[in-house]
């Protein structure tokens, strides 16, 4: 941790930029404030900070005077001055005395992040301090070795990062700076480490331990120095042990292992080389996955359909090689090969436009991200089948109410229905009142009702003669239904309507 000292004899002030980054999560700590100058100066001799961030005013001593003499006691203590605006072209000068920067009140968040930028050189190839041992790449210090040391053993190699996606540069800066610092420390007093550093990539060599033990060592590493905001801690294993006298070279066979990241998981994520055996046993099962999950959407599985996706995205992330192109390009032609089973099943309205899904699916975050994109859009195709399923019992349902205006005369009955129709009666009851809203039996007799109307207000024929014209089974059933429906009986029915012509 970088440890710091405010002064100001505002308690205002102090308390105010306490609060107005998050430093812990910066890699500082505030081991102290101070509201005047010889309080200040006793804590920079006895403490020895690495940064204080001083007002120019205070009484007893100024934050300028402080600066001379850090500056003439050699005491390695970064300072920021922070002045009023009256102070503002004194503070300006005092870059000269060795002030990092200088900024005036009220301080603003991203200023102070730039001045601290300036003040830890985060600019530089190294985000190590500046007594590193740049020469050789490795780092002199406790707990650190260096190419002097004797190359005991093969080091298992890996590769961390700290990934970020919110903040500024400079605020990402920081956080990267403070990780590093934290390796610094964390590894100080274990001689079976090297740290090894080059631009924005550090690589941690472990003298002993296997694989499976390091992952839960570098897991702990994730708690203790938890990612800001929107990040995550990532370590990537070498596939092999290797010598103490090539870290440059084992960068850069790590480095582009980071395009795996696009497939991890997690806030801190632990990436093992691929065992050719998972590539292959991956491989071969994809094609069989991707037809058991094609075939539970054409069925209309949707509890199924979960479960074979999961699998078949599980074996794909691993088949892939782990390469972001290699997986999209494998989702877009598996929604293809979707497409095509729909069209030789005469389901239409899913046509996708290849290029634009392959964009889609490069714009993904990650590959839980791509994986939910495709999912959603393999799901959308239900919809098609849906309206299809639907357009087919519209059309059933059509040719059923056609049969019976048709055969309305006739003893129909559920069973000469459901056998006309290839269905069980059961399913047809069902299926009927389902589609049209109405039982059988009652459509029947609405249908007949409707004919036998026409005959009693056209013809002198009797209501028993009506009744069995129209396929009720005699007058007393026709006359039931009649009244239930109307409200009246047949007769007193025609009576009205001739009434109401004359």
């Known amino acids: ?31 102290g404030t101070y509201g005047d100058g010889e309080s200040t100066m006793e804590a920079i001799l006895k403490e020895k900070p690495d940064l204080a961030l001083l007002d120019i005013s205070m009484p007893g001593m100024s934050g300028i005077e402080i600066l001379q003499n850090i500056h003439n006691m050699e005491l390695p203590t970064r300072v920021i001055l922070i002045s009023g605006f009256q102070d503002f072209t004194y503070a300006k000068n005092a870059v000269r005395f060795g002030a990092v920067d200088y900024l005036l009140k009220p301080v603003i968040e991203e200023e102070l992040l730039s001045a601290l930028h300036k003040a830890f050189d985060l600019t530089g190839s190294t ?22 040391k004797e190359d005991s053993g093969d080091f298992l190699p890996v590769l961390t990062c700290l990934e970020q996606k919110n903040g500024t540069r400079q605020e990402q800066k920081l956080h ?54 929107g990040g995550r801690l990532a370590f990537i294993f070498g596939d092999r042990k290797a010598s103490l006298h090539h870290p440059e070279h084992l960068l850069e066979l790590l480095i582009p292992e980071k395009r795996r990241l696009f497939f ?10 691929i065992r050719e055996e998972e590539d292959e046993s991956a491989l071969n099962s994809l094609s069989r996955l991707r037809e058991a999950m094609l075939n539970d959407i054409l069925g209309m599985k949707p509890e199924r359909f979960e479960q074979d996706f999961e699998q078949f995205a599980r074996a794909l992330k691993i088949a892939s090689g782990q390469r972001r192109e290699d997986a999209n ?34 714009s993904a975050e990650s590959f839980d991200a791509m994986q939910e994109y495709f999912k959603g859009y393999i799901l959308e195709h239900t919809r098609a089948i849906k309206d299809t399923a639907l357009k087919e019992d519209q059309k059933d349902i059509q040719k059923m109410k056609e049969y019976i205006d048709v055969h309305y005369r006739e003893s129909l009955s559920l069973e000469v229905m459901a056998g006309e129709f290839y269905m069980n009666p059961y399913y047809f009851s069902s299926y009927f009142k389902k589609q049209t809203g ?29 009744a069995a014209q129209v396929g009720f089974s005699d007058a007393r059933s026709f006359t039931d239904a009649f009244v239930k429906k109307y409200g009246e009986t047949p007769a007193n029915y025609k009576k009205r309507i001739l009434a109401d012509q004359s």
């Open 127 to 148: 985000d190590f301090p500046a007594d590193a041992d740049f020469e050789s790449g490795y780092f002199e210090g406790p707990g650190v070795l260096s190419d002097t």
């Open 176 to 229: 990267s700076f403070a990780y590093a610092s934290f390796l610094q420390e964390y590894y100080k007093d274990r001689e079976d480490v090297v740290v090894f550093s080059k631009g924005d990539h550090i690589l941690l060599l472990f003298r002993e331990g296997e694989m499976q033990s390091l992952s839960g060592e570098l897991e702990k590493l994730g708690n203790l120095h938890p990612a800001p905001d």
């Open 264 to 273: 991890a998981e997690g806030p801190v994520a632990v990436l093992t080389p």
């Open 1 to 31: 941790m970088i440890r710091m000292i405010l002064a100001d004899d505002e308690v205002v002030i102090t308390k105010g930029l306490c609060k107005l980054l998050d430093w812990n999560s910066l890699g500082i700590e505030i081991i």
């Open 329 to 362: 390009y494998y989702f877009c032609s598996t929604i293809r090969l979707l497409e095509e089973k729909l069209s030789d099943l005469q389901i239409t309205g899913s046509h996708t436009d290849t290029k634009s899904l392959l964009e889609a699916g490069r």
């Open 438 to 466: 109405t039982g059988f039996k009652e459509y029947l007799s609405f249908v007949r009702l409707q004919h036998a109307i026409s005959l009693l207000v056209t013809t002198s024929m009797k209501t028993y003669e009506i």
